[in-house]
């Protein structure tokens, strides 16, 4: 559509680095079960309207977006257009700094979607840029792509991992019976998008009397058209302050992925899982970081879940519904005991799925939240 065509809207003017930004977007997604810690990070390069080169990080230890791009790109990077999804990193790590590789490349813009709040960059790689007299824009679809990174902006800026809150619940608010029974209350298709969220996560979090019950492995099993072997699973962790994990849990057969916040076992250390000494959620949450564990997902029954809710610990809560009816006896999605409305957990309307018979609600906390 023509800039000057009297028809047209407002909101019918695209703007062009906004569309090569969405590519770079799409590009990043490609890297989302495999870079761990890593950000996910993609980048387009165009010259004179025209792609010339892409790529994307696909895996700690390998190169990162930019270099793949500016491969590809060659000697037509020269008076080129970067764009970025995430600040181009300023230090030596396993690879070279990116945004010094775009001014030898000879790039005249870079265009940047997220500043990267790691101490090791934060600003840094946007002053190396500006420094050689490459024009810098930043902020252009910052929204979109940080919403690829939530874990490690967040566990950057703040020292703790992003954290998602998953529930599977009847329409009467019930995730197991008395008996401690749930398998299943959502369909298939639900439990197949819960494979995204582990595949995502650093960490998975359990209690142990979810182990005791239904004796899950937590880990990624299916992921479409995927290949498994190239993703990195997350890390198991349990919750298990007595030391009842039993010897012969599913979870341990592989051991050397397994975390448990516990008194010190002889028989868990001789299989390699990692002991952790802390007494406290929050303490768990930044000793996981430590780890570079950036998100994680709570998977775990009431009590914990609740405790993580109470205490304010959940940047995220994604809530399967089945429509189905449990009844009374059956145990509550949340069992903390309030008294008055001021008490009450507030939450904010992300978006709504279906699956299968199923509905998915991603909430986070509202800010008027007592
Ligand atoms: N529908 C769903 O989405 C879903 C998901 C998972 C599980 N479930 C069901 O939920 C049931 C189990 O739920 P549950 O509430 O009995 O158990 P849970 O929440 O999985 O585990 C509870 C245990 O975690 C530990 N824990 C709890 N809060 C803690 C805290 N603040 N700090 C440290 N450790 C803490 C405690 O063990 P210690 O005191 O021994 O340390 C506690 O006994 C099972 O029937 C399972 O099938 C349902």
């Known amino acids: 559509m023509s800039e000057f065509d009297s028809n047209s809207k407002p909101e019918d003017y695209v703007n062009i680095d906004q569309v090569w930004m969405q590519k770079a977007i799409e590009l990043a997604k490609l890297g989302q079960y495999s870079t761990r810690p890593n950000p996910n990070v993609g980048c387009v390069i165009v010259k004179d309207g025209q792609w010339v080169g892409e790529g994307f990080h696909p895996r700690a230890g390998q190169p990162h977006a930019e270099v793949f791009a500016m491969r ?21 790590g396993r690879t070279p700094p990116c945004a010094k590789g775009l001014v030898e490349a000879g790039v005249s813009k870079v265009v940047i979607a997220c500043a990267d709040p ?11 840029l ?31 991992p992003y954290v998602r809150l998953k529930v599977a619940s009847s329409l009467d608010g019930r ?23 582990r595949a995502i996560s650093g960490a998975v979090i359990t209690g142990i009397d979810t182990i005791l019950a239904d004796d899950p492995q937590l880990n990624v099993r ?23 994990l039993p010897l012969n849990a599913q979870i341990l057969s592989a051991p050397e992925t397994v975390m448990v916040m516990g008194p010190f076992r002889q028989e868990l250390a001789k299989l390699g899982v ?11 949450l930044t000793t996981l970081k430590d780890f570079q564990i950036y998100d994680v997902l709570v998977e775990a029954g009431a009590t914990l879940s609740t405790a993580f809710l109470q205490e304010k610990l959940v940047d995220e809560l994604i809530s399967y519904v089945a429509p189905t009816f449990l009844g009374q006896s059956a145990r509550a ?21 279906q699956f299968g018979d199923d509905i998915r609600l991603r909430l986070i906390p509202s800010q008027e939240s007592v």
């Open 274 to 284: 990692v002991q952790l000494e802390v007494q406290s959620l929050k303490d768990l």
């Open 175 to 197: 995730t197991a019976m008395a008996s401690g029974e749930s398998k299943w209350i959502t369909g298939a298709e639900s439990r197949q998008d819960v494979q995204h969220w």
């Open 130 to 160: 500006r420094q050689a007299g490459i024009e810098v824009e930043t902020g252009v679809c910052e929204q979109q792509a940080a919403q690829l990174n939530q874990g490690f902006l967040k566990a950057m800026a703040t020292g703790v």
């Open 222 to 244: 299916s992921l479409g058209d995927i290949d498994i072997a190239t993703i990195v699973q997350p890390k198991r962790v349990i919750l298990d302050r007595q030391g009842r």
């Open 72 to 92: 590809q790109a060659g000697e037509s990077a020269k008076g080129a257009t970067a764009y970025v999804t995430l600040e181009p990193c300023a230090h030596y």
């Open 118 to 128: 790691n101490p090791l960059v934060a600003g840094k790689g946007v002053d190396i």
């Open 333 to 353: 999605m949340f069992n903390a005991e309030f008294e008055t409305m001021a008490q009450q957990l507030r939450f904010k309307l992300q978006d709504v799925h």
